[in-house]
């Protein structure tokens, strides 16, 4: 069965240092990788996905299908990116599925 | 553009009382998505509509929920009979065309159920 698995509930880092927010997934199809993100007293918006291979606001995350892992990384972690991130999988839209499966997400919390 | 929403934000009720949730989606869009979100999880698909039409519920407990979107007003996931168990946070999404490449699910703001 489709899963994602986020093994960090909580993680702490200081401003300036590098993040990582690491994210796993078991899928036998062609997953549709992404990263979404819960600013405080916001709602969820898509942060990137791994089609677009794009930076968006310093993160960047690669696709590694031989270990199944979509790691969501920063180099200089800002104050602004405390936050909760969730990575989701979207199985292959030509079976016709179209649901999000999402990690249980981590908290990233940046100290000062 | 509102984006997508979402009422109540907040709703009590009691064991065996009938929980109606309304999702309206971005103007333009056409498929809705629902989610639920129990403590400390993640969210967890529920359904998937297109106007008038179920696509896909797998994710639908068998029994006490049901979801619609009419052709006209919101998308409604109802919950019958509550129990404690169904205490969670609901999450709508709305997409503006039958998915394919580059296709995005926007979030609305969440229904907050609690059950007493």
């Known amino acids: ?112 | 553009n509102a984006g997508v929403m979402q009422n109540p934000r907040h709703l009590v009720r009691r064991r065996g009382q009938e929980a109606r949730l309304r999702c309206s989606p971005m103007k333009g869009h056409s498929h809705v998505y629902w989610y639920r979100q129990l403590p400390e999880e993640g969210l967890k698909f529920m359904v998937y509509l297109q106007k008038e039409n179920i696509i896909d519920e797998s994710g639908m407990p068998k029994e006490r929920f049901s979801a619609e979107f009419p052709k006209e007003g919101p998308s409604i996931l109802r919950i019958q009979q509550v129990v404690r168990g169904d205490s969670a946070a609901y999450f709508c999404a709305s997409s503006p065309r039958a998915p394919g490449v580059q296709e995005t699910q926007y979030f609305g703001p969440g229904t907050r159920l609690l059950v007493l």
């Open chain 1, 1 to 112: 069965a489709q899963r994602v698995t986020q093994p960090e509930k909580l993680l702490s880092v200081f401003k300036g240092a590098p993040v990582e927010l690491k994210c796993n997934y078991s899928y036998s199809g062609s997953p549709e990788l992404f990263w979404y993100v819960q600013y405080s007293r916001q709602r969820l918006q898509l942060l990137l996905r791994h089609i677009s291979r794009e930076s968006i606001k310093g993160f960047t995350a690669d696709l590694n299908k031989g270990e199944t892992s979509f790691h969501l990384k920063k180099p200089f972690a800002q104050e602004e990116d405390s936050a909760m991130y969730y990575c989701a999988l979207m199985m292959d839209r030509r079976q016709g599925a179209q649901k999000l499966v999402f990690g249980q997400g981590t908290r990233l919390t940046i100290n000062p």
